[in-house]
């Protein structure tokens, strides 16, 4: 079975732009999840969706939002970026319910010049 | 609120060392606890994982046991590996939300 899979893998940006992300879960899992990783602030939750619909958030501004589509894969987009939202952008999936053990794929790493 | 606090690292040791890396939670409810390492440039995988109290995991040689009295859920192995070097992430799950701590690199060395 194919793990999480994300893309792209590196991306450079300007601030100000914005940015998708995209995150295709192992097949079958319906739960998608994602995490910022950076230095200072270690790995945050963002935010999860279960069946097309965001079911958990974290505390981030508005400019991170999300989707998932009928397929279980997702997005996450990041407008008007910043300099702070360079980082590792983590996605994991589950088959269900995030209690269960999250599967993680490598990772979108976001520079923000 | 809910949290995981870890030990700082680096931590650094010869190989064949005995390895601790402490982790105590905060939670309301029941929490399940997990360990997770991540390799140099690439994502987290899961290393072991307990649901109640007084369970252990174990896998590959680490193993941690969930403390409800302490809330804690340490990790440790008999005898490191060079393989072993990464960095250990300690998380909860609670009312559908993972908290993870933030992490401890171990650096073996032959």
């Known amino acids: 079975k194919a793990g999480v899979t994300q893309t792209p893998r590196y991306l450079i940006k300007t601030r100000g732009q914005q940015v998708t992300l995209s995150c295709s879960p192992i097949?079958?899992?319906?739960?998608v999840s994602w995490y910022q990783q950076t230095p200072g602030q270690g790995l945050q939750f963002l935010f999860e969706y279960f069946s097309e619909t965001q079911r958990n958030k974290g505390n981030f501004p508005g400019r991170f939002s999300g989707r998932q589509f009928s397929n279980s894969r997702s997005e996450m987009n990041v407008s008007t970026l910043e300099l702070g939202d360079s980082a590792l952008y983590l996605c994991?999936?589950?088959?269900?319910?995030?209690?269960?053990?999250?599967?993680f794929g490598p990772g979108t790493r976001l520079l923000v010049l | 609120g809910d949290s995981v606090t870890q030990m700082e690292g680096p931590v650094t040791l010869s190989e064949e060392a005995f390895l601790t890396i402490n982790c105590t939670y905060t939670?309301?409810?029941?929490?399940?606890l997990f360990w997770y390492v991540q390799y140099p440039g690439e994502g987290l995988q899961l290393l072991l994982k307990?649901?109640?109290?007084?369970d252990k995991g174990s896998n590959k040689g680490f193993e941690a046991t969930y403390r409800k009295e302490t809330t804690s859920f340490h990790l440790e192995k008999g005898s490191v590996q060079v393989s072993d070097s990464a960095v250990y992430f300690c998380a909860q799950t609670n009312f559908n939300k993972f908290y993870f701590g933030s992490g401890t690199k171990l650096n073996v060395k032959p």
């Open positions: 307990a649901t109640k109290a007084d």
């Open positions: 939670a309301t409810g029941y929490p399940s």
């Open positions: 097949s079958g899992h319906r739960s």
């Open positions: 994991a999936s589950t088959f269900q319910e995030i209690q269960e053990t999250q599967y």
